[in-house]
């Protein structure tokens, strides 16, 4: 091809990428920053299954979507905790991100289902 010229693509190079934001994507639920490494996922506010497959989503931190999942249903999330406000204002979510809150911003932990969830109800063993 005469007359064009080739060029190398570089991640760095604001005229063929554009300015690298500075600042991170922040989680709405916890309001930690979400680091590109981080382990992360977007949630739908209304879940899939209740309807929610076309509307609003944002994206959390992979062990804040994992707390949410392994306290409720998907019918209660699209009943009462559909918005994050809601979300936050929940006891048991609020007692989560008191705890996650103070841990770096790419923490992860394997999250288990409650009690309640499993079927066992507040029996201890």
């Known amino acids: 091809m005469v007359g064009r010229r080739v060029r190398r693509w ?6 063929t990428h554009g300015p690298k934001p500075d600042a ?8 930690r920053p979400i680091p590109r490494h981080a382990r992360q996922s977007v949630h739908h506010l209304t879940p899939k299954l209740k309807g929610g497959a076309c509307g609003a989503t944002v994206r959390l931190h992979q062990i804040c979507h994992s707390a949410i999942h392994a ?4 019918a209660e999330i699209a009943r009462r905790l559909a918005e994050v ?12 991100l008191a705890w996650v809150r103070d841990k770096p911003d790419d923490f992860h932990a394997p999250t288990r289902q409650t009690r309640e969830r499993r079927g066992e109800g507040r029996a201890r063993r």
Do not use: G, M
């Open 71 to 74: 306290r409720y249903s998907e």
């Open 24 to 31: 991170l994507p922040v989680c709405p639920l916890c309001e």
């Open 85 to 96: 406000e809601a979300l936050r204002a929940d006891p048991e979510i609020a007692r989560f």
């Open 10 to 15: 570089r991640d760095d190079d604001p005229d």
